[in-house]
């Protein structure tokens, strides 16, 4: 059976989205450069109001996204293709043209929330590029179900190079909270425009109750999931209000340089196996196989980038935003061990999607957002900014394990390989943090020593579990 479901993969290798793994790749580096050229261009005033301006976008494009690029890639059959297409295209523009009026309505209380009543201007020039993005062609989208990922990442990247190069030279030019318009209004127009261009699907606007009604069924659910990811920001709310803007800069800089890498790598990942999940199921394939070899990957994946945040993440901070933003290792062996667990927290995620499932991928997101309760009780306890990560640390590994917990009950996953995926790396990376805690003061070779004895770990528990649950790579890359 896994030979043969090999072969039925074979025209969906993931060897096919090494454009796309680029473009994500631009994705986490461009936005970190531009953080550290706006820190020495701007003052650090305008700095916190310029990104306060993409904090403001993200968050309400996450609070209404109800999965309309998903579902361009695992729509079914059941309406004709240009009817469907049409049909999300009407509501990509509709819910555009909603959160413009939203955020042009609400301009003077979001300048105000941020302590900057004269700046409700350039507030309200969201709500134009929130609805010049309601345009964008999907027809580059659809190309993923085919696992054809060239025109996305050209999309993708082209977007990402030009918010880059805008916002720096508008930050040159004129050093204020005005480059990072200029930035996002660039990357939109690019964006819109390249998705025309590149799409082999005529750009028509179309209306059916039918597909309406699929787009409902499916994207109603992700508008709870949106709701408590948006919820995950309110770390950087809560650790300003009860600290202040020092502790949040710093908190900024060390876990939210941290957490950048991991949004794209999950949107990476997510954007590169729905395709396969998708085939199989279409075809009847051998699920448990493929969400075996999955587990594998993600939690190689998800082990690798903690590993590397917890034995040097502090190094570089120090070297690149300089020695007042140096975590300690305690620090970074959490904020490591943290999104390693956050990135496992995706197990489920490419399977659910598949399968319709959008509630258990809301269920993941209210969790994921509770996951800070622990840490805002501990942060109201002891106004410490470690003890808070701590605190969050333990309830992001809470709501892994209750998210396994349902994602076994409703899917036909291997119990084992799912647990030894998600507990290997974790143990690992804590067992790391308990020697900062043990040992502050280790040499930088002693501490680099451990590291390498967790890989050493981790390389036989990896192997071990190739040989144990029988995966084949070649499902995936073949």
């Not at 993409?54 to 579902?71: A, K, N, Q, Y």
């Not at 990922?149 to 050209?154: K, L, N, Q, V």
């Not at 903690?306 to 007042?324: K, N």
Request: glycine share 8%.
């Amino acid at each position: 059976m896994i030979v043969s479901f090999a072969g039925r993969f074979r025209s969906v290798s993931l060897l096919a989205s090494t454009p796309l793994l680029a473009a994500n790749l631009l994705e986490a580096l461009l936005p970190f450069a531009r953080n550290v050229a706006l820190a020495r261009l701007v003052a650090p005033e305008d700095f916190g109001l310029a990104i306060s301006l993409s904090i403001v976008l993200g968050m309400l494009e996450v609070v209404t996204d109800f999965g309309l690029p998903i579902l361009v890639v695992r729509k079914e059959n059941r309406v004709p293709h240009d009817v469907m297409m049409g049909t999300l295209q009407s509501l990509a523009i509709m819910r555009a043209a909603v959160l413009g009026g939203i955020l042009l309505a609400a301009s003077p209380l979001v300048a105000t929330l941020f302590h900057a009543p004269d700046q409700v201007g350039v507030y309200a020039l969201l709500a134009p590029i929130v609805l010049l993005r309601g345009f964008e062609n999907y027809g580059v989208k659809e190309l993923m179900r085919r696992s054809s990922f060239g025109r996305e990442a050209a999309v993708t990247g082209a977007a990402q190079v030009a918010a880059f190069a805008t916002t720096v030279a508008a930050a040159w030019h004129r050093p204020d909270l005005t480059c990072m318009i200029w930035g996002l209004g660039a990357a939109t127009v690019t964006t819109v425009a390249l998705s025309h261009f590149l799409s082999p699907t005529r750009y028509r606007l179309r209306w059916n109750r039918e597909a309406r009604r699929d787009a409902a069924r499916f994207g109603l659910p992700l508008l709870v999931n949106g709701a408590a990811a948006s919820l995950t920001l309110s770390d950087r709310l809560l650790i300003g209000g009860v600290l202040g803007p020092m502790p949040l800069a710093f908190y900024n800089v060390a876990y939210g340089t941290a957490q950048l890498p991991r949004t794209v790598i999950a949107r990476f990942l997510t954007s590169a196996f729905l395709p396969l999940f998708v085939r199989q199921r279409e075809q009847g394939g051998d699920e448990a196989a493929l969400f075996d070899s999955w587990a594998w990957c993600l939690s190689c994946l998800a082990f690798a980038y903690g590993l590397a945040l917890s034995l040097v993440g502090d190094q570089l901070l120090a070297l690149v935003f300089g020695p007042a933003y140096q975590p300690s290792r305690f620090f970074m062996g959490l904020a490591g061990l943290s999104v390693c667990v956050k990135l496992l927290a995706l197990l489920p995620v490419p399977a659910a999607y598949a399968a319709g499932n959008t509630r258990l991928v809301a269920y993941g997101s209210i969790l994921s957002a509770l996951a800070v309760v622990p840490g805002a009780l501990a942060l109201l306890a002891t106004r410490d900014l470690t003890l808070f990560l701590l605190g969050m640390t333990v309830g992001d590994i809470v709501a892994l394990a209750l998210l396994g917990r349902r994602a076994r009950r409703e899917h036909v996953f291997n119990q084992n390989a799912a647990w030894c995926a998600a507990a290997w790396p974790s143990l690992l990376l804590a067992s790391l943090v308990i020697l900062t805690w043990l040992a502050p003061q280790l040499t930088l070779a002693a501490w680099l020593g451990a590291g390498l004895a967790a890989l050493a770990a981790s390389g036989a528990l990896y192997g071990l579990m190739l040989s144990r649950f029988d995966i084949r790579l070649r499902i995936l890359f073949s």
